[in-house]
Structure formats: structure tokens, C-alpha cells
């Protein structure tokens, strides 16, 4: 057995004691104590995931671990917008966390539509629409908002495209004197030309003192921008690609700067509201096919795929701690960071747990950025596709270990049933499988865990009375491969080759696209019309990149041949320096986001497919781990807890109860005694909860909810509901 096949052994070994694991005296031991500098009312759920601390902790009790099996659906409200289902790939989905003030709960529609509600009853109070009654063409992703609030006035921050938008809480209007009426445009004051980006805020800002600090997703240079939240002036800018002169310059091409994207944060970010410090977590260097072949951004990439500490009145740097240095895997930090205390031997060292994609948690210091527990420098696999140079060295967390396997081998490939076995090992034996850090190849090489992680945007929760975090993670193997880009051929008309320039790369030479991440493009003409695709193809949406630089007639080129097929406007003139400059001429080209599964559709590793975990933070070791999650049919079939893709994160309360939807499959919202992993009550939701729950009182009643919009299932339509429970009375 290798080094690594006995550490899965080890993981496997910790799965199955889960059931009987008794807790240690020491574990007992806790002195009950605040959660360091959460300025929450316990009542309220006022910050995305719970506090700017990033632990979902909240000290609500009514509702407890024995209490919690008569927990009933109190309320639901239904916004009305799902549509899709990931079969026509046009699938909506829900990932807000909602807050709650005040026994008012906040949410966002799945269009993007900020609603308050009575928390008591789900009765709608109002609603603000950022589109103004525009129709929306592209479906919307948003995560919360952000709040602030000087005592008399409350205001809410809704990120909507490119748009930051000031509304008044109690009038549900924007503020007209934020910005240009209310709204501050994203895409300007990047130092690039606003058409050729695509703009837009999936995780909310957060609030320091009169400051909105923001990240950013999209097709765009990922600088974190700070504006004033009575005007909506930019107060700071702090530049994630570094500009000539600014440290970590070196570590890109020289012109990067001014030309590529990336580095952007999109997960959110945690505030050390005592010290003034915001803790930012980035993405990395490339954008979209760009991820896997970095050929055009040769170096470190300073401070893609880093935690940064900044200052968060200034902007000024205070630390960086690289995790993958010249990112070929797309492992962007998914997560904000938790702010926790480490106790070692009597005394609380300050620090932090950033969860990777990569299934490491890191705890550092709070103040330094420096490891607390061991990290090894390791050599790494050289890149064998022509023009890439992968770094030649990576960090490896050595404790706490991995939440989440590292390596699919022979030995760890689904047994499922024999008929799987032997079509994914066929499959394996094609494929490259040597471990964390292998870069993507033209053989095609496994990525484990895969492109959505590991640890995902849900991030993680901690209990500062238990001193545990809590955190779940996928584990489902993906497959990474370049193809040589294919030289146009002459024959083809100006539409065809702009779309196998531009689009093709993402949503597939037939057009297919990759369901559920890119949509098939094949019956786009009957959803737009030509003039909506020309549009579309303008201004982008979410991870749909902006081609604001295309030419007029470039654009109605491929707008009339996607629509029709028909490839039938000669004269277009097609840009040639737009298709340079837009990186199109990369000689590789990243084949598609493809998952590893077996000949049904089922993941092409042995179970746990996904797991929730609770860490203690002041030993490194895991206490409990469960699967999270089921395939029902399998299930009926007798294949139970092997856990299942999950999205969306826990929270944690002083009641003893972790709460967790997230299963992809089973569309379950569950609550586990945190103490143990033992699961307490269970609720199918009319479809799956990818999102991160709340919790609060209203009308002296302690509430959990939670947004179900569904979306990641082929077989299922999508949905559009907010419930929220409490316990029977
Ligand atoms: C980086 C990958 C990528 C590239 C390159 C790309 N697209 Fe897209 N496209 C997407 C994604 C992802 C979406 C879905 C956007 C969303 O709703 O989040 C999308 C959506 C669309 C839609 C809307 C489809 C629908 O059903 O909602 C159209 C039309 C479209 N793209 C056309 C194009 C054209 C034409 C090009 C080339 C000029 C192009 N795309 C290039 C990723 C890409």
C-alpha cells in the first residue's frame, strides 16, 4: 500500500468510528465563552453567514439537540422565479444566506430581487427590483447583501450585474444620493474599458465603519474596491494584479496589469472589526479556459489564490499568504476565512481557518499571516504541454490533514457495481492520477477533489464553546484536459469563425455547451432574438465574459449563425486584433469541465462522494466526520450515507445544533448535534437547499431558514422557495 493509499485507509477508518465516537474529557472541557468580537445582538442574523467574523455561530437555544426532532415548517414564501431545470440549462438557483434584523427576514429572488419579510410569518413587507421591470435575460446567482447602520438609518447593499445599489430598510428605496441615483456602476474605475468587462457581485460586500468593501466575479481585473457608503465614491482600491512599481509586480508578465483578469474575489470576506483588518480570499489568475493553461501569465501571480490581510480603513497591505503559487487548476480561495482563538497552553493565540478547494483548512496567525501547524514546501510536477510552465515548488498542509481525499487511485475507484469498476478503471488507465499538483495535460489528468471542490462558497462554521469547525466538502473526481486549439478553416463564414475564436471554448464547437456550468447554445434562437444574443454577447452575465470589444458586425455574425445556424453575413468584418487581444489565440485550449463518473452517472470514486467534518481547532485533529448527503434511488437500493455533492454552507448554535442543507440529491435540510455528528431531524425540501440557513427570533420564537432553488439536479426542475422552521407548540 502507498503512503497515500494507507492516509485514505486512515479517512476511511475515521468515517466508519464516526457512530461511536465518544467524546474526550478534554473535549468536554469547555469554558463557555463569547465568540471573540461578534457584535451581534443574539437575536438577529445581521451579516452574511451570521457575523463579520465568518463562524455562523449563533447563541440562540430555544430550539436544542433534544428539542430539535419537532421542528416544523412554519412558514414558506415563494418568489415565483424559478425556471429551468439543468437539463435545458437555463436552471435558476438560490444561494442566499438572508438576514434577519429586527424579526424582518431579507432575501434575494432568484432574479435578483431583494424582498422583506415578517419572520414571524413570511408576509411579504416589500420588494426593491433592480432591473426596474426589466425583463432579465440570464438567471442570477447573489448570496445576501450587506447592511449598515448609524442607529437611526439602516441601509442594505444589493450587488445586481454591474450594479451596487444603496436601498433604505425600512422603504425597501434606493438612496439617491449614492452614486448616479442610488446605484454605483461596477465596470467603471478599473482602469480598463468598461465595455470589454463583464461585472458582477455574487458574495455580499462588507461593512466597516462608513465603507462597502467589495469583491468582484466576472470577466474583469479582480482589484478590492472600498466606496463610501452615503455617496457611493470609491475610497480605496487595492489591486490583486499588480501595478508597475507595487510588490508582487514581478511575479506576472509585465503588461499583465493592464491586461489580464482574474484574481478576483468572489467567495466574500471576514472583518476583524476590533483591529480594522478585512481578510480577503482571491481566485486565481486566469478567467475561464484560461484557468488550466497559463502560458500568458508565466510567474507566482501575486495575489491570485491568496489570503490578504488589508487594512480596512486604507486599503493598505498588511499580509498575503500565497496557497498555490501559478494556478493551472482553477483553485480559487471558495470560502471567507473564519476568524477563531487557537488555546495553547492556557493562552488564546488570535487566528484564522481558511478552507481550500484543495480539502486543506489552514489555520494562521491572525496577526502575521504565519502557519500555526506544520506546512511543507514540496517539489512539484513540471507541466509537459508546450509553452506552460508550472511552479516548480507548492505548499502542502501537513496538519490538520485533508478533509477530503487527494489522489484517486486504482485502489479507491468506485466498486459500486463490477460493470462500473471496470468501465471507469478502463477509463483511469487512460488518464494521469499522481496527486495534488498535477497539471492539466493533453492525456487529461485527474483532479481530485474536483473543480468545485473540497471546501466550497458555503465556507465554514466554528463554535467558540466547543472550539470546533465545521465544515463540508465534495468529494468527486474531475478530469482536466488541453487540446491543441484547431486552425480555422478557410471555408467557414465570418459568424462560424468568430463563435470558434470567442465561444467555442466554453460552450462547445456543436454547441452543446457543458450543463449544467455553460448552456447548450442549440435552440438559443428560440429563447432571444438575434438583437437579445447581440446584447448578451455585448455586456456578458456571471461567468458568460463581456465582448464589448467584438465589432458591431462581428457580434451580429455569430448572433445570426448561433440563432439560425445560418452562417449567412458576408461582409462582417472580424477584428482580428479583438480576437488577439481577447487571448483567443492561445495554441491550448481547456476541453470542458467534465466530471469522473461511471458509465451511470454516478462518481467514478469509492464512497464518502461528500462529507461534513468537525475539526478542533486548538489539536488539528478531527473529531467527527459523517457522509453528507444520498442518491435516493441508490439508497432504496441499500447503497446508504454514501454522501453526495453538496453546496452551501452550515451554522452552528449555542442549542447544540449544526444546521445543513446543501445535498444536491436528496434535497434534505438537516440538523446534527454538534457534539457528535448524530443526525437529529431531517425535512425534504421541495427542492435542494444550495445555500447557507439562518437563524433568529421573531416574535419571541427562534426561526431557522433556508432558500431552496434547486438547480444542480438534471432530473429536477428548479425552485423558488423560502421556508422558514420553528418548533411546534
Ligand atoms: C468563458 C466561457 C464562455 C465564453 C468564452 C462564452 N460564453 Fe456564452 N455563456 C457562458 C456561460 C457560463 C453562460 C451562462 C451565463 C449565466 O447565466 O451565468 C453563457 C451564456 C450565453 C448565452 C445565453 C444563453 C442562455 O440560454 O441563457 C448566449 C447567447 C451566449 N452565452 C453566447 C455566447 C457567444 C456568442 C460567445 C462568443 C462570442 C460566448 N457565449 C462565449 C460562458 C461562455
Same mark, same amino acid.
Given at each position: 500500500?502507498?503512503?497515500?493509499?494507507?492516509?485514505?485507509?486512515?479517512?476511511?477508518?475515521?468515517?466508519?468510528?464516526?457512530?461511536?465516537?465518544?467524546?474526550?474529557?478534554?473535549?468536554?472541557?469547555?469554558?463557555?465563552?463569547?465568540?471573540?468580537?461578534?457584535?451581534?445582538?443574539?437575536?438577529?442574523?445581521?451579516?452574511?453567514?451570521?457575523?463579520?467574523?465568518?463562524?455562523?455561530?449563533?447563541?440562540?437555544?430555544?430550539?436544542?439537540?433534544?428539542?430539535?426532532?419537532?421542528?416544523?415548517?412554519?412558514?414558506?414564501?415563494?418568489?415565483?422565479?424559478?425556471?429551468?431545470?439543468?437539463?435545458?440549462?437555463?436552471?435558476?438557483?438560490?444561494?442566499?444566506?438572508?438576514?434577519?434584523?429586527?424579526?424582518?427576514?431579507?432575501?434575494?429572488?432568484?432574479?435578483?430581487?431583494?424582498?422583506?419579510?415578517?419572520?414571524?410569518?413570511?408576509?411579504?413587507?416589500?420588494?426593491?427590483?433592480?432591473?426596474?421591470?426589466?425583463?432579465?435575460?440570464?438567471?442570477?446567482?447573489?448570496?445576501?447583501?450587506?447592511?449598515?447602520?448609524?442607529?437611526?438609518?439602516?441601509?442594505?447593499?444589493?450587488?445586481?450585474?454591474?450594479?451596487?445599489?444603496?436601498?433604505?430598510?425600512?422603504?425597501?428605496?434606493?438612496?439617491?444620493?449614492?452614486?448616479?441615483?442610488?446605484?454605483?456602476?461596477?465596470?467603471?474605475?478599473?482602469?480598463?474599458?468598461?465595455?470589454?468587462?463583464?461585472?458582477?457581485?455574487?458574495?455580499?460586500?462588507?461593512?466597516?465603519?462608513?465603507?462597502?468593501?467589495?469583491?468582484?466575479?466576472?470577466?474583469?481585473?479582480?482589484?478590492?474596491?472600498?466606496?463610501?457608503?452615503?455617496?457611493?465614491?470609491?475610497?480605496?482600491?487595492?489591486?490583486?494584479?499588480?501595478?508597475?512599481?507595487?510588490?508582487?509586480?514581478?511575479?506576472?508578465?509585465?503588461?499583465?496589469?493592464?491586461?489580464?483578469?482574474?484574481?478576483?474575489?468572489?467567495?466574500?470576506?471576514?472583518?476583524?472589526?476590533?483591529?480594522?483588518?478585512?481578510?480577503?480570499?482571491?481566485?486565481?489568475?486566469?478567467?475561464?479556459?484560461?484557468?488550466?493553461?497559463?502560458?500568458?501569465?508565466?510567474?507566482?501571480?501575486?495575489?491570485?489564490?491568496?489570503?490578504?490581510?488589508?487594512?480596512?480603513?486604507?486599503?493598505?497591505?498588511?499580509?498575503?499568504?500565497?496557497?498555490?503559487?501559478?494556478?493551472?487548476?482553477?483553485?480559487?480561495?471558495?470560502?471567507?476565512?473564519?476568524?477563531?482563538?487557537?488555546?495553547?497552553?492556557?493562552?488564546?493565540?488570535?487566528?484564522?481557518?481558511?478552507?481550500?478547494?484543495?480539502?486543506?483548512?489552514?489555520?494562521?496567525?491572525?496577526?502575521?499571516?504565519?502557519?500555526?501547524?506544520?506546512?511543507?514546501?514540496?517539489?512539484?510536477?513540471?507541466?509537459?504541454?508546450?509553452?506552460?510552465?508550472?511552479?516548480?515548488?507548492?505548499?502542502?498542509?501537513?496538519?490538520?490533514?485533508?478533509?477530503?481525499?487527494?489522489?484517486?487511485?486504482?485502489?479507491?475507484?468506485?466498486?459500486?457495481?463490477?460493470?462500473?469498476?471496470?468501465?471507469?478503471?478502463?477509463?483511469?488507465?487512460?488518464?494521469?492520477?499522481?496527486?495534488?499538483?498535477?497539471?492539466?495535460?493533453?492525456?487529461?489528468?485527474?483532479?481530485?477533489?474536483?473543480?468545485?471542490?473540497?471546501?466550497?462558497?458555503?465556507?465554514?462554521?466554528?463554535?467558540?464553546?466547543?472550539?470546533?469547525?465545521?465544515?463540508?466538502?465534495?468529494?468527486?473526481?474531475?478530469?482536466?484536459?488541453?487540446?491543441?486549439?484547431?486552425?480555422?478553416?478557410?471555408?467557414?463564414?465570418?459568424?462560424?469563425?468568430?463563435?470558434?475564436?470567442?465561444?467555442?471554448?466554453?460552450?462547445?464547437?456543436?454547441?452543446?455547451?457543458?450543463?449544467?456550468?455553460?448552456?447548450?447554445?442549440?435552440?438559443?434562437?428560440?429563447? =432571444?432574438?438575434?438583437? %437579445?444574443?447581440?446584447?448578451?454577447? #455585448?455586456?456578458?452575465?456571471?461567468?458568460? /465574459?463581456?465582448? !464589448? @470589444? *467584438? +465589432?458591431?458586425?462581428?457580434?451580429?455574425?455569430?448572433?445570426?449563425?448561433?440563432?439560425?445556424?445560418?452562417?449567412?453575413?458576408?461582409?462582417?468584418?472580424?477584428?482580428?486584433?479583438?480576437?488577439?487581444?481577447?487571448?483567443?489565440?492561445?495554441?491550448?485550449? =481547456?476541453?470542458?469541465? %467534465?466530471?469522473?463518473?461511471?458509465? #451511470?452517472?454516478?462518481?467514478?470514486?469509492? /464512497?464518502?462522494? !461528500? @462529507? *461534513? +467534518?468537525?475539526?478542533?481547532?486548538?489539536?488539528?485533529?478531527?473529531?467527527?466526520?459523517?457522509?453528507?448527503?444520498?442518491?435516493?434511488?441508490?439508497?432504496?437500493?441499500?447503497?446508504?450515507?454514501?454522501?453526495?455533492?453538496?453546496?452551501?454552507?452550515?451554522?452552528?448554535?449555542?442549542?447544540?445544533?449544526?444546521?445543513?442543507?446543501?445535498?444536491?440529491?436528496?434535497?434534505?435540510?438537516?440538523?446534527?448535534?454538534?457534539?457528535?455528528?448524530?443526525?437529529?431531524?431531517?425535512?425534504?425540501?421541495?427542492?435542494?437547499?444550495?445555500?447557507?440557513?439562518?437563524?433568529?427570533?421573531?416574535?419571541?420564537?427562534?426561526?431557522?431558514?433556508?432558500?431552496?432553488?434547486?438547480?444542480?439536479?438534471?432530473?429536477?426542475?428548479?425552485?423558488?422557495?423560502?421556508?422558514?422552521?420553528?418548533?411546534?407548540?
Amino acid at each position: 500500500m502507498t503512503r497515500r493509499a494507507a492516509m485514505f485507509a486512515r479517512m476511511h477508518g475515521l468515517l466508519q468510528v464516526t457512530a461511536s465516537l465518544c467524546l474526550t474529557t478534554s473535549t468536554l472541557a469547555w469554558a463557555e465563552q463569547p465568540a471573540a468580537q461578534v457584535d451581534v445582538a443574539a437575536s438577529d442574523w445581521p451579516y452574511y453567514r451570521g457575523n463579520t467574523a465568518g463562524t455562523a455561530y449563533s447563541t440562540l437555544d430555544e430550539i436544542n439537540r433534544d428539542n430539535a426532532k419537532s421542528l416544523r415548517l412554519a412558514w414558506s414564501f415563494d418568489t415565483a422565479e424559478a425556471s429551468g431545470s439543468a437539463w435545458n440549462t437555463e436552471a435558476s438557483d438560490m444561494e442566499c444566506n438572508p438576514l434577519a434584523i429586527g424579526g424582518k427576514v431579507y432575501v434575494v429572488s432568484p432574479k435578483g430581487r431583494l424582498l422583506k419579510l415578517d419572520g414571524a410569518t413570511g408576509r411579504l413587507i416589500w420588494s426593491f427590483d433592480p432591473a426596474d421591470g426589466q425583463p432579465i435575460a440570464s438567471l442570477h446567482r447573489l448570496r445576501g447583501i450587506a447592511r449598515w447602520t448609524n442607529g437611526k438609518e439602516e441601509r442594505l447593499f444589493l450587488t445586481f450585474e454591474r450594479g451596487l445599489f444603496a436601498i433604505d430598510a425600512s422603504t425597501g428605496r434606493t438612496i439617491l444620493g449614492f452614486g448616479e441615483h442610488g446605484r454605483v456602476d461596477l465596470a467603471q474605475g478599473l482602469d480598463r474599458d468598461p465595455r470589454s468587462l463583464s461585472v458582477s457581485v455574487v458574495s455580499p460586500g462588507v461593512v466597516f465603519q462608513d465603507l462597502i468593501i467589495l469583491g468582484s466575479t466576472g470577466n474583469l481585473p479582480g482589484h478590492i474596491r472600498a466606496f463610501d457608503v452615503h455617496t457611493g465614491t470609491m475610497r480605496w482600491i487595492f489591486h490583486t494584479i499588480p501595478y508597475p512599481g507595487e510588490e508582487g509586480y514581478e511575479t506576472w508578465p509585465k503588461e499583465a496589469y493592464r491586461t489580464l483578469m482574474g484574481a478576483n474575489n468572489w467567495a466574500g470576506m471576514t472583518l476583524d472589526a476590533v483591529r480594522g483588518v478585512i481578510y480577503i480570499p482571491l481566485a486565481s489568475g486566469g478567467m475561464a479556459q484560461r484557468d488550466f493553461y497559463g502560458a500568458d501569465r508565466l510567474g507566482d501571480n501575486l495575489f491570485a489564490n491568496s489570503l490578504v490581510a488589508l487594512d480596512a480603513s486604507t486599503g493598505k497591505k498588511i499580509w498575503a499568504y500565497q496557497f498555490v503559487r501559478h494556478d493551472l487548476w482553477d483553485r480559487d480561495l471558495p470560502a471567507p476565512p473564519t476568524l477563531i482563538a487557537i488555546r495553547r497552553q492556557g493562552t488564546d493565540i488570535e487566528a484564522l481557518a481558511q478552507i481550500t478547494k484543495s480539502g486543506e483548512v489552514l489555520l494562521l496567525d491572525r496577526q502575521t499571516g504565519i502557519p500555526l501547524f506544520p506546512v511543507h514546501e514540496e517539489v512539484a510536477l513540471p507541466s509537459d504541454v508546450p509553452g506552460e510552465v508550472a511552479a516548480p515548488t507548492q505548499l502542502r498542509t501537513l496538519q490538520p490533514r485533508p478533509f477530503a481525499r487527494q489522489w484517486l487511485t486504482e485502489d479507491t475507484l468506485t466498486q459500486r457495481t463490477p460493470e462500473a469498476h471496470t468501465a471507469v478503471l478502463n477509463t483511469f488507465r487512460m488518464l494521469r492520477s499522481r496527486g495534488p499538483f498535477d497539471p492539466p495535460s493533453l492525456q487529461g489528468t485527474v483532479i481530485l477533489p474536483g473543480l468545485d471542490g473540497g471546501g466550497e462558497w458555503g465556507g465554514a462554521a466554528f463554535d467558540p464553546t466547543t472550539r470546533l469547525l465545521y465544515i463540508n466538502a465534495n468529494e468527486m473526481p474531475w478530469i482536466l484536459r488541453l487540446k491543441p486549439r484547431t486552425a480555422m478553416d478557410d471555408k467557414i463564414g465570418p459568424g462560424q469563425a468568430v463563435y470558434l475564436a470567442f465561444c467555442a471554448g466554453c460552450h462547445g464547437q456543436q454547441r452543446l455547451g457543458q450543463p449544467p456550468v455553460v448552456p447548450s447554445l442549440v435552440e438559443v434562437g428560440k429563447r =432571444f432574438t438575434e438583437s %437579445q444574443i447581440n446584447h448578451i454577447i #455585448e455586456t456578458g452575465n456571471g461567468r458568460m /465574459p463581456a465582448f !464589448g @470589444t *467584438l +465589432s458591431e458586425p462581428a457580434r451580429s455574425a455569430v448572433a445570426h449563425f448561433i440563432a439560425t445556424g445560418i452562417d449567412s453575413l458576408p461582409d462582417a468584418t472580424i477584428d482580428q486584433a479583438a480576437v488577439q487581444s481577447a487571448g483567443a489565440g492561445a495554441p491550448y485550449i =481547456f476541453e470542458g469541465y %467534465q466530471k469522473f463518473l461511471d458509465p #451511470e452517472g454516478y462518481p467514478a470514486i469509492s /464512497p464518502p462522494w !461528500g @462529507t *461534513l +467534518s468537525a475539526l478542533n481547532v486548538d489539536t488539528g485533529q478531527y473529531l467527527w466526520r459523517v457522509p453528507l448527503g444520498e442518491y435516493p434511488e441508490l439508497a432504496a437500493e441499500g447503497y446508504k450515507d454514501t454522501g453526495s455533492e453538496n453546496y452551501g454552507g452550515p451554522i452552528v448554535t449555542a442549542g447544540g445544533v449544526l444546521f445543513i442543507a446543501a445535498t444536491v440529491y436528496d434535497r434534505k435540510f438537516r440538523a446534527f448535534d454538534k457534539n457528535t455528528g448524530h443526525l437529529l431531524w431531517e425535512y425534504v425540501l421541495p427542492e435542494a437547499g444550495h445555500a447557507t440557513p439562518a437563524t433568529y427570533l421573531a416574535r419571541g420564537r427562534q426561526f431557522v431558514v433556508i432558500a431552496a432553488g434547486g438547480g444542480k439536479d438534471p432530473k429536477r426542475a428548479s425552485g423558488s422557495k423560502i421556508l422558514a422552521f420553528s418548533l411546534t407548540r
